[in-house]
């Protein structure tokens, strides 16, 4: 499950992410129970697992969308559950099960959009879609493209700025294998300057083929 | 790179807009929605002409009421929780997402309010009074508080399975100063009397509901994501 951290640099100040004993419950079910995980800069990790087991919660909790129960996390050097989060999340690139493309606009539309939100030139927006080779495509309203197209143009998204940090949620889902080649390009790309990804998928060999390492969550808890 | 406010809010809006100009909901089905509405009303009642003259005003407000909150809470449909999570991670200000989306429900549901008049003066034989030109602005305001405090019901009710029904029963009492306002402005004109003090209630009731959309954005967005 787990392979060698080849591209792990071995002295790094802080973690990217760091997770201790941190648990999250929804509507009072404890989704993740106890979990201990650790990012560092340069480094691509995998988690994998069955459906329900709570990476998407991991995710969501990483990216500070939902505060920690008990336990406690770091992520950017901001402290889970506090106000610190606020400053770091410009700096998070995330892509969820749902593209997140607006139908009634064009593909160009909508990545010009997310350029102009993060203070970078519109035509960065149409340059990542290039990237993903959907150049010739930014015309065409997000809801008359296929699902394939709208995953490579949310993942196109992640190409605008620079994150330091990519959480990706079931990055494959819908992509055929050409496409998803876009995904290991995505993952290269930010940990050759420094930053770090997470992807989550319940597909553990698809996972091995992007990341450094893989580890298992089940029923709320890590492997 | 951090962007301004103004700037922010701008681009919201254009979103909003443009997705409205591709849908066109608000011309092509929720106005001939409300004049078939306005239509219905007379065929309630004994239909004497001096009885529709006098329902006209209030039927207006009414349907204004009703199907601008249709009009509004179509735009705070368009974003789901993905899309919120998303703009967040830009960096986005949330009061500035407030503003640009209640400017851009309040450019679409003005017309929409000018536009509602014409088929309560012609189904009403409605006479209005002189200078109703002034009534133009307080239309305008009536429906910019309706677009932000639609703005806001949508925000607070983000993610709430019972949203459709309890983003209205949230709206419409807070619309109270805004229907009266701008019914007392009508009233205020038919009798010859000046209608600046409504107007005020109306700029008050404005001032107010964009002051709780900014200062509540933030704790709103938290909960939603």
Redesign the interface.
Known sequence: MTRPQAARPSSTPAPLVELVDLSVSLSGVPVLKGCHLTLHRGESLGVAGPNGAGKSTLL?TV?A??PPGEGSGEVLGARLGTNQTLAI??R???S?????L?P??TLG?NLA??A?????PAAEGLSALDKVGLGAAKNI?AERCSNGMRRRADLA?LLIGRPHLVLLDEPDAGLDRDAALIIGHLIRRTTSRGGGVLCVSHDADRLGAWVDRVVEIREGRMA | MKVGFWRSAVIIARRDLRVEMRSGEAVSVVFPFAVVATWAAPLATDASPALLRDLAAPVYWLILLLFGMMIVFRQTALETSTHRRVLALTGLDPAARFAGRAAASALILTPVAGALVVPVIVLYDYRPPSGSWLMAPVIALAATGLAMLGALAGDATSGMRARTALAPLLMAPLATPLLMGASQALESLISERSIISWVLVLVIANLGLAAAGVISARALEEIAL
């Open positions: 969501a990216a969308f939902i999340r410009s998070i690139g995330w969820g099960h749902i593209p997140a607006y009634d606009l539309e959009m997310t102009q939100l993060t203070g970078h309203r998204r």
